[in-house]
């Protein structure tokens, strides 16, 4: 028998340093990527204009939804088809840069509150776990 988990998702946003710039209030982990920008970006305001932005493939749409400065979006695989070697030497640079982003996250587990089970039911405390833990790895960073 399989249990389910009730996993949680938030939305980080990192710079180049790998400094954490935004972290996200938790949601459940069924929520789609894109809706949950979406839903703490709304589209209505110029939030990305003038900036550089690295996504992964679960932001598709996100150009036609938001101004940007420069966007950076990995090109998918089509239905019943392959890559071409151009689109796939541009995902591979793209994720090069990309990865920079998931080493913050990787920092921000470091700290093993976030990455071990917790049985802990109020999300408000679990929101403020991860904004010590975001906190404390920017502190890392800087010294």
């Known amino acids: 028998m399989v249990k389910k988990r009730h996993t ?10 790998r400094k954490l710039i935004y972290v996200g209030r938790l949601v459940p982990g069924a929520m789609h990527d894109f809706t949950l920008l979406k839903k703490q970006f709304p589209p209505n305001e110029p939030w990305f204009s003038g900036l ?5 493939s679960g932001f598709q ?7 940007s400065g420069q966007l950076f979006l990995p ?7 392959n890559l071409t070697k151009n689109s796939k ?5 793209q994720a090069r840069k990309r990865v920079v982003v ?15 089970r917790l049985r802990m039911h109020n999300l408000d ?10 906190g404390g790895w920017n502190f890392c960073l800087t010294h």
Do not use: M
């Open 125 to 134: 405390q679990f929101d403020t776990a991860l904004e010590v833990c975001a």
């Open 102 to 116: 998931e080493h913050s996250i990787g920092g921000l587990k470091r700290y093993r509150i976030l990455s071990d």
């Open 75 to 81: 090109t998918k695989k089509p239905r019943g088809g």
């Open 52 to 56: 550089t932005v690295r996504l992964d």
């Open 89 to 93: 030497f541009r995902n591979t640079q």
């Open 8 to 17: 949680l998702k938030a939305l980080i946003l990192a710079d180049a340093q």
């Open 61 to 67: 749409g996100f150009d036609k939804t938001y101004a």
